[in-house]
């Protein structure tokens, strides 16, 4: 289960990034201080994401339509959470 959930991780993190969601608000969900220390380990869980080119959606279904359908469940996911979220904090 660990392994499975590591798995995941970079990619909910990339996907809220895509979300607009910043580094400060992403710490505390990853249990670190600061926003360098969630951008370091997202970093450290994927050392070449600085590396990667962008892709379109099209793109990745195109290549890879497992891991896109993947990356848009995440992102209906980090969606439903931050709606969540803001729901709770007014």
Known sequence: M?????AWEPLLIG????QGVS???LAPALGVASR???ERRHLRLNPH???LPD???EELEN???TLAGQVAHIS???DQLRDEHKTRTQ
């Open 2 to 6: 660990r392994e499975w959930l590591a």
């Open 15 to 18: 996907a809220a990034r895509e």
């Open 23 to 25: 580094w400060a608000e």
């Open 36 to 38: 360098q220390a969630a």
């Open 49 to 51: 994401s600085a590396d």
């Open 55 to 57: 892709m379109t959606g």
């Open 63 to 65: 290549s890879n339509p």
């Open 76 to 78: 209906a996911t980090t």
